[in-house]
């Protein structure tokens, strides 16, 4: 029994074993595991590996590049992987995918980017309104102010409008609150300036205390007991102007609220929309 | 008889494998579960000649003996309230610095200030940085409630 055991285990390790004749580096099996990398969304290894074998004059692995280096953010890495000749089948998608790249660079200052020297290829009735899109979107991330609505509208197709137009309008009417209000609002009654900008709990907190050491100044100094009624006093007072100075910074705080909102929420719209490029299914 | 012999063997290849070794013996763990408190590493000492640092040490010291230390380390907040107050000084002056510390502690005192939209530190305090509350726009940062701050 135990001979019979140890003979198994001999020929099974003999049959199994690791062998020269598999050649884990031939181009085949490095497009096999790079593909397999590339489909469970580990674009860096997918990149490093679709690159030992870019040398072969294949647009689909060309692509595949582009899109991993775009994936993990290096985007101008991806557009100088950009070698397509116009009779590809990926070449509008290429195009489309370099263009998204450039915008992806600088979302903010994409609609400076506007000179024809930056693309490798001419750009066509489908690439240009494909940049035409991204610049009106660049528009709504930038601090550009007073762009009218049709020229961020017209690129896009009746369906779209509706959510870019909402965009649009809260970009040019957001609801900030203003620092000045906020300050005077705590100047009069102390604590009415957070409560303005929505801090409803720290605008309480700030009225009570106030009252609370101006109550104690008047009646120590009713009383006659006018070192502590000072001490009161300067605590009253420090409490009193640090809360009209952070009813300000509340204010400014809630815009860059907006701002984060607004972009994160036309950040996300645009990846639920791939930034309008279709779905490619390399892993299906 | 040979499938005894079998678990003989192995018995005495896993005894041999999973014994106690003399470089390490098995031995009572000494865990604490103490919290660490920084307040009791605080350093005292003016070891400045700078008349500005004197003065602003000895704010920091004053809010520590008086306040910090008999509070003990309750400040929900990060950076705690005497931290922000030194790092209001350094991001701005020492009036503006004020300003932003009796906000600040009026902030702390509100007991609702968990509905509020601040993030969070790993360790479970709120993140609330000074360079928010500079009054210069360039330098808030704003991250949502939801946002875990790497301290």
Request: proline letters at 4%; glycine letters at 4%.
């Amino acid at each position: 029994m135990i001979k019979i055991i140890f003979n198994l285990i001999l020929i099974a390790s003999t049959i199994f074993s690791q062998t020269d004749s598999f050649n884990f580096q031939s181009p085949h099996n490095i497009k096999l595991f790079a593909d397999y990398l590339f489909c469970e969304g580990d674009y860096l290894r997918a990149a490093e590996e679709y690159e030992k074998i870019s040398t072969i004059s294949d647009d689909t692995i060309n692509f595949k590049i582009m899109i991993s280096y775009s994936e993990i953010g290096l985007y101008q890495q991806s557009n100088l992987k950009y070698k397509f000749q116009p009779n590809s089948l990926l070449t509008n998608d290429a195009r489309r995918l370099f263009i998204k790249n450039l915008f992806l660079d600088s979302p903010d200052s994409y609609y400076e980017k506007t000179g024809s020297e930056l693309f490798p290829f001419q750009l066509d009735s489908l690439s240009l309104n494909y940049r035409n899109k991204l610049i009106s979107i660049s528009f709504l991330f930038s601090s550009v102010e007073n762009i009218p609505a049709e020229e961020i509208l017209y690129p896009f197709e009746l369906q779209e409008r509706k959510i870019i137009l909402s965009f649009y309008d809260q970009k040019k009417d957001p609801s900030y609150k203003s620092p000045l209000l906020a300050g005077v609002f705590s100047t009069i009654v102390p604590g009415t300036g957070k409560m303005y900008v929505g801090e409803w709990g720290d605008g309480i907190t700030a009225f009570l205390i106030t009252s609370l050491f101006a109550f104690l100044a008047y009646d120590n100094f009713k009383a006659h007991h006018n070192t502590r009624a000072w001490i009161f006093s300067g605590l009253g007072a420090f409490f009193y102007g640090g809360n009209i100075y952070g009813s300000v910074a509340a204010a400014q705080i809630f815009k860059a609220r907006i701002d984060f909102e607004f972009n994160d929420g036309l950040k996300l719209y645009l990846e639920q929309q791939n930034y309008f490029l279709p779905e490619y299914d390399f892993c299906k | 008889m040979q499938s005894k012999l079998i678990l003989l063997f192995l018995f005495l290849i896993s005894s041999s494998a999973f014994s106690q070794l003399d470089q390490f013996k098995w031995k009572e763990a000494f865990i604490s579960y103490e919290k660490p408190s920084e307040f009791r590493d605080r350093e005292y000492s003016f070891d400045s000649e700078n008349p500005f640092d004197f003065i602003k040490k000895s704010f920091a010291n004053a809010y520590w003996f008086f306040i910090s230390d008999v509070d003990g380390d309750n400040c929900p907040f990060r950076p705690s309230c005497s931290s922000f107050f030194m790092q209001s000084i350094n991001e701005t002056d020492i009036f503006q610095a004020s300003m932003m510390f009796f906000d600040r502690f009026t902030r702390d005192m509100n007991f609702t200030k968990a509905l509020s939209n601040y993030p969070k530190v790993k360790s479970g305090y709120y993140y609330d940085p000074p360079q928010n509350y500079t009054l210069n726009r360039s330098k808030i940062r704003y991250l949502p409630s939801t946002y875990v701050v790497d301290e």
